[in-house]
Structure formats: C-alpha cells, structure tokens
C-alpha cells in the first residue's frame, strides 16, 4: 500500500477501503478501514439489494400518424407521473405514435343485385319494405297529380227526366298504380222554377261507377250546381277504384230529375270541372 500527500490531500494506492457502517443512520456514525489489498482485515463486498418493484404503466397517449407521414422520432416516450419508493412502484404513461394503414380499395354494390329484394326497377320506382313477404321490392311513387277537361260543352234545350247531358269529360292515362278519382266541379243552370239539376261524375261513361255527386233544388229558375267527390254508401271496398296500369275517362253530366218538360240549359262559360288522383298503396 502507497500513501502520497500532496498539499491537503491524500492518495492511498493499492489498498481495500471499507466503510463501516455506512448505511445505518441511527448511529450518527461510520468507519472506514484501509487495508493492503489481500491483506489481512479485508471485509466481504457489500450484497447487491433486492429488486425494484415493475413499474405501472397508467395511461397509453396513442396518436395516429396518417398514412405516408412519417411519425415523430422516437416514436414512443414515458411521462414520469409519480418516481414511487420503497415498496411503492413507479407510474408513467407511455406515449405512442403509429401510422395508420394504407387505403384500401373501394368496394361497389348494387341494389339490385340484393337477395332480400323482388321485382323489377322502372322509371320512377322506389323501395317499399314488406314486412308480409319479409323484404324489400319495388314500388311506384305514389304521387298525386291534377287533371282537367280539354273541351266543356254548353247544352240547352229539353231532356226526358233521368237522362243525362255530357258536360266534359277527363281522361287519366294508365298510371303504374290503383287510385281514386276525386273530382270537383259545378255549372250554372238556366232553367225554370220547375226544373232540378243533379250532376254526377262516373268513370267510363255517364253510368259508370260513381265518383262525384251534386244535387240541385226545384223553385229557382237559375241555380249552381256544385259537385263533390264522393261515392255511394254501402259500396264494396274496390267501388269506383281504378286499377293500375289501366286508362280511364271521368264523364262529368247533368241530369234533370223533375217530371217537367221546361228547357233548361248550362254554359261552357260557367262549367268547370277537375280531379285529382288518391294513390292506393299495396296491401
């Protein structure tokens, strides 16, 4: 063992120090033995402790890098969120980034090439769900429209009582569904005290199924005649229902039904006559 002095220092060469003591704080004290390295009073290394407890990853801060960015370097980090101690772990996040996968090609589908799906597709069809067959089908739009005469006609003269006078007539082409006319309309007639109105609309022809009814009143010579839509009472569910897919022609007439001989007469001028369509959807 060598011992240099230089100035207030001291160099010890070639020797084993041992701290005595060093880790007991109770004492207040602690003791350092210098030997000759392999001499005698050499104390046993000091023992390595026990491990830490494994640390607690609390949160994972994962952010997504688009495809073909390049993410931050590194790419991964720990937040210190609490150092632990003796028995206690540590706990950090780890902070992640990763870069999303790339595109992936675009898939096709066609609507009708669905197995849950009947009929055919046609110009103005849309998809009706049916729950009695379990799917989806085609349907037409059930939309309404307006119609009205090309021509009024103006009558006068004497009819036998129940016979009718064509005023005008609408005609509907086939339309992809059922429907119901509702027709609306009314004329001034010109007559004498004696003479009562009825008007009607039918489809066809002026017997046809009744869509339209309106009633006049005896004791005045001049009178308008309004017609609403309106079918018989007691008809069958089907009554004055147009089919689809099938034309029609709504016959609008005036009938005198008082036993008298009078004239009595309507204008173009003063007839009008429309109707509208009421959809029935499928059942």
């Known amino acids: 063992m060598g011992i240099t002095v230089d100035g207030n220092s001291i160099t010890i060469d070639n020797a084993t120090i041992t701290l005595n003591n060093a880790f007991d704080q109770t004492t207040g004290a602690a003791t350092i033995t210098i030997t000759p390295?392999?001499?005698v009073g050499s104390l046993p290394g000091i023992l390595e402790g026990q491990p830490?407890?494994?640390?607690?990853?609390?949160?994972?801060?994962?952010?997504?890098?688009?495809?073909?960015?390049?993410?931050?370097?590194?790419?991964?980090s720990w937040t210190l969120i609490y150092p632990g101690g003796p028995g206690v772990a540590a706990v950090y996040?780890?902070?992640?980034?990763?870069?999303?996968?790339?595109?992936g090609n675009a898939g096709s589908y066609a609507i009708a090439s669905s197995t849950d799906l009947s009929g055919t597709a046609t110009n103005n069809?849309?998809?009706?769900?049916?729950?009695?067959?379990?799917?989806f089908e085609y349907q037409p739009l059930y939309l309404g429209a307006t119609y009205w005469p090309s021509t009024i006609n103006s009558t006068s003269g004497f009819t036998a009582q129940g016979t009718p006078r064509t005023l005008c007539q609408i005609s509907v082409p086939a339309l992809p569904f059922a429907y119901y006319p509702v027709p609306i309309g009314q004329t001034v007639v010109t007559g004498t005290?004696?003479?009562?109105i009825?008007?009607?609309?039918?489809?066809?022809?002026?017997?046809?199924?009744q869509v339209g009814v309106g009633y006049g009143v005896v004791g005045l010579a001049n009178q308008t005649v309004a017609l609403q839509a309106s079918i018989p009472a007691g008809s069958s569910g089907t009554y004055g229902q147009v089919a689809a897919n099938s034309a029609a022609t709504i016959v609008f007439s005036a009938t005198q039904v008082a036993n008298t001989t009078d004239n009595w007469a309507t204008t173009a001028s003063t007839t009008s006559f429309q109707m509208t369509i009421n959809p029935v959807p499928p059942s």
């Open 93 to 103: 996040d780890l902070n992640l980034w990763l870069n999303a996968g790339p595109p």
């Open 52 to 76: 830490g407890l494994p640390p607690t990853l609390r949160n994972v801060n994962f952010t997504q890098v688009p495809y073909g960015t390049n993410p931050p370097n590194p790419a991964a």
């Open 37 to 39: 390295a392999g001499g």
């Open 125 to 135: 069809t849309t998809l009706v769900w049916n729950a009695l067959l379990d799917q």
């Open 193 to 196: 005290i004696n003479t009562q």
């Open 198 to 209: 009825e008007v009607s609309a039918n489809i066809g022809s002026v017997s046809g199924n």
